[in-house]
């Protein structure tokens, strides 16, 4: 499968559009595209999903390694693989967008916002073009797609400002109809705030679509990763608009080696009979009301203090608390299994790629293991002071600045996603 990554600028200048419109074009031109994502976030492959009716595969070297890049791109499905880059090309502190490019050996499409310029487009492409000998990473742009570009003299003038060997891919034309909202911790997700499907018909009429496969590459092929043995454990996995962030090599790696059973607490489904529960990371505070009343909760209370394996990711975590307090002060009881009361923030408390080392054998490590994953939220934890810590954080915030990973029972909640790369998951399904 080639491919090709949209490589930003910097944060902010329609990346996630101007994805959505490559996606639409490729697809009008008679392509089966396949969305992807660099670096670790949930929000924007939603919005990929939703045009692209598949999965868009995370790609992040720090939570995958580079053979886990690789694998994690080839279980796609296409024949040609769009990445959305993550911030600016060059931007990050342990990965980038450039960084993922260079793993997979793929192209660069320079996505720039030409709502304010012309010629100056060609400097900025030849400037990002130059620096990647003065950053030290091997990376090849090849093209530039105008984000919220006229046509006529605009969309000209910035084609004959390109140059040498940096082709003109199109232009997405500045309509408001192709705007996002935002929230706390990024844009809406793709089934609530999905682009109007008009105007992003429109905008892919702009793009060439031809010449961006003309410049994708195949990227190389990694060994493939020893299959952990099946069994006949049954994973009950949250599943809602409260427990969105999960990537689908997490899904894929659990039901490989078990039977995944979706359940919705906010829906007021009740804890499917199980032999382990997951909980990834969303918006349980927008929801507060129908977890506080989830019978879900109430049973996950009582099957935890009888043993029952509980993995919990970030809002995971916040739903395994005691309560959990909103912006506007209320407070609603959570399942009550670990021992903290959670908060809300107006802003964001954490936000970095971390590294974790077991202080002890925990769900999801032995003890000495290192973990790496990512946290970015909005919460903070008042913890108890006999709270249980399975991590010292080498890298990141964690619950208390140099710990995370709250334990009771056999319940592990953690800020920390981590990828199904990781052997997280296969040391939590092997102790079902």
């Known amino acids: 499968m ?22 639409r074009a ?79 050996d793929l192209p660069v499409v320079l996505v720039a916002d030409a709502s304010a310029g012309m010629q100056s487009v060609g400097a900025t492409a030849l400037g990002f073009r130059e620096y990647a000998a003065e950053a030290g990473v091997n ?28 082709d003109y891919l199109g232009r997405i034309p500045p309509v408001d109809a192709l705007e996002i909202p935002e929230r706390h911790l990024g844009l809406r997700m793709g089934d609530e705030a999905p682009v109007d499907p008009d105007a992003l018909d429109a905008a892919a009429e702009h793009v060439d679509a031809e010449r961006l496969v003309d410049l994708a590459r195949e990227p190389p092929r990694p060994e493939p990763a020893a299959p952990g043995p099946a069994t006949e454990n049954r994973v009950a996995v949250a599943d809602d608009a409260a427990f969105c962030f999960e990537y689908p090599a997490t899904r894929q ?18 804890l499917p009979d199980c032999d382990g529960v997951y909980l990834p990371g969303g918006y349980p505070e927008l929801h507060a009301d129908a977890l506080a009343d989830s019978p879900a909760l109430d049973a996950l209370a009582d099957r935890a203090a009888d043993g029952l394996p509980v993995l919990g990711e970030c809002g995971g975590l916040m739903a395994l608390a005691e309560s959990l307090t909103t912006t506007d002060g209320d407070s609603h009881a959570m399942a009550g299994v670990l021992p903290a009361d959670v908060t809300m923030r107006e802003r964001y408390q954490a936000l970095d790629h971390v590294k974790l080392r ?72 092997d102790s079902l």
């Open 358 to 429: 077991a202080r002890g054998d925990t769900l999801t490590a032995s003890a000495g293991d290192r973990l790496r994953g990512h946290e970015f939220h909005y919460s903070e934890g008042d913890v108890a002071g006999d709270a249980r810590f399975a991590f010292d954080v080498e890298r990141g915030d964690g619950i208390t600045g140099d710990r995370d990973g709250l334990t009771e029972y056999d319940t592990l909640g953690t800020y920390a996603h981590v990828h199904a790369e990781s052997s997280a998951f296969d040391r939590f399904l």
């Open 2 to 23: 080639r491919g090709f990554v949209l490589g930003g600028t910097a944060s902010g200048v329609g990346k996630t559009v101007a994805t959505l419109a490559v996606l």
């Open 139 to 166: 990376v090849d742009v090849v093209g530039v797609l105008a984000q919220r570009a006229h046509g006529g003299r605009h969309e000209a003038g910035i084609r004959d400002a390109l140059p040498d060997g940096v």
């Open 26 to 104: 490729l697809d009008d031109a008679g392509y089966d595209p396949q969305p992807a994502k660099a670096g670790p976030d949930f929000i924007d492959p939603s919005h990929h999903e939703a045009v692209a009716e598949k999965p868009s595969r995370s790609l992040d070297p720090w939570l995958a390694g580079e053979a886990g890049t690789r694998r994690t791109y080839y279980r796609g499905e296409g024949d040609v693989c769009v990445v959305e880059g993550m911030m600016g090309l060059y931007d990050g502190s342990v990965a980038s967008t450039a960084g993922v490019a260079e793993v997979l």
């Open 253 to 270: 790696r659990l039901r490989a080696r078990a039977d995944v059973v979706p359940f919705s607490p906010v829906a007021g489904d009740d």
